[in-house]
């Protein structure tokens, strides 16, 4: 069954914690991977709360273009990465499967916290229709997977099951988490990437 709730996350009103109304300097690198740099604009402040489907760039003078998460791969603005992604949350009453591939879903911007290379760390903002407040989906993503592992639960913390199974290369990594030795996402990701095998 699908979930109508990450698809509404996904077409709705998605903005970062520093939204501001202005441009800020960044860039932006297109699907031939060119880099194209000037300022980025892609969200209306607070209380308006709302993340545009498709960012303004300008890169001289006044006239601004639009594009989409299926027209670039990535962008900055002001020191914060995104890029794009083809995400697809599937769900039954058991779990919830984060798609991504080519084709399936839709494509998104996600924000950038870690790109390592070996585990890469990235966060899916919205906002809580209820509540108004800012909120977000943290994400675990290996560079050859076709998917995403959903790191917490809320205020509930980890998801310890998930990632004890996601992470069964790493033996040590896995008995912290099952020991409770380890509770944030970035401790998840420098645990890992010192396993034997990831170091490089």
């Given at each position: ?55 303004r760039f300008k890169s001289h003078g006044f006239i601004s273009r639009k594009y989409s998460a299926d027209q670039i ?31 399936e879903g839709r494509q998104v911007f996600l924000l950038v916290n870690v790109r390592s290379g070996v585990l890469n ?80």
């Open positions: 069954m699908r979930s109508f709730f990450l698809m509404r996350m996904l077409t709705g009103n998605l903005f970062m914690v520093n939204a501001q109304n202005d441009y800020k300097p960044g860039f932006v690198v297109t699907n031939n991977g060119d880099t194209l740099r000037g300022k980025v604009k892609d969200r209306i402040a607070y209380p308006s709360a709302e993340k545009f489907d498709k960012i791969s990535a962008y900055r603005s002001g020191s914060i990465d995104y890029e794009s992604h083809w995400l697809d949350l599937q769900r039954n009453r058991f779990r919830e499967k984060y798609i991504s591939r080519k084709g760390y990235y966060s899916l903002e919205y906002i809580n229709q209820e509540s108004g407040m800012i909120e977000s989906v943290p994400l675990f993503k290996r560079p050859n997977d076709d998917y995403f592992v959903r790191v917490t639960q809320g205020v509930l913390g980890l998801k310890r099951k998930l990632l004890v199974e996601y992470f069964s290369d790493c033996p040590e990594l896995r008995e912290m988490i099952k020991a409770g030795k380890i509770s944030t996402p970035n401790e998840i990701v420098r645990q890992y990437n010192g396993c034997p095998g990831n170091v490089k």
